[in-house]
C-alpha cells in the first residue's frame, strides 16, 4: 500500500513561489511514476507535471518555464517547486503515484494512490 502526504500549500501572492512536498511510505520511486496533479471548484482534475522513474519529466503547458517537478529518493519524496505564480493556478495540489506508458504528459496513468491534497491559493 502506498501512503502519500502533501504539504506546503499557503497563500501567495501573484508572481510569488511555492514549494510542494510529498512525502511517500517506503521507497517507492523505483516502481512508480509519479504525478502532480491539480483541481478547482467545478473544474476536472488536470494533470500537471509528471516525472519518471529514470528521472524524465512532462508538464502542462501553462506551466512549462515556471514548475519544476524533482524528487529525493533519500527522503522518499516528490517536489513541485512553482515560481510566478498567477490566479488561475489557484487549486486544491494532490500527489499520485502511477505509470507512464509514452513520452508525452498525457502518457501518464494514475493509480488509485493520492494524497489528501494541499490548498494553493494566488491572490493579492
Known amino acids: 500500500q502506498v501512503h502519500l502526504v502533501e504539504s506546503g500549500g499557503g497563500l501567495v501572492q501573484p508572481g510569488g513561489s511555492l514549494r510542494l512536498s510529498c512525502a511517500a511510505s517506503?521507497?517507492?520511486?523505483?516502481?512508480?511514476?509519479m504525478g502532480w496533479y491539480r483541481q478547482s471548484p467545478g473544474i476536472e482534475r488536470d494533470l500537471v507535471a509528471t516525472?519518471?522513474?529514470?528521472?524524465?519529466?512532462n508538464y502542462l503547458d501553462s506551466v512549462k518555464g515556471r514548475f519544476t517537478i524533482s524528487r529525493d529518493s533519500a527522503k522518499n519524496t516528490v517536489y513541485l517547486q512553482m515560481n510566478s505564480l498567477k490566479p488561475e493556478d489557484t487549486a486544491v495540489y494532490y500527489c499520485?503515484?502511477?505509470?507512464?506508458?509514452?513520452?508525452?504528459?498525457?502518457?501518464?496513468?494514475?493509480?488509485?494512490?493520492w494524497g489528501q491534497g494541499t490548498q494553493v491559493t494566488v491572490s493579492s
Open positions: 499520485n503515484a502511477g505509470l507512464t506508458v509514452g513520452d508525452y504528459l498525457s502518457d501518464y496513468r494514475p493509480y488509485d494512490y
Open positions: 516525472i519518471t522513474r529514470n528521472g524524465r519529466t
Open positions: 517506503g521507497s517507492i520511486f523505483s516502481t512508480f511514476s
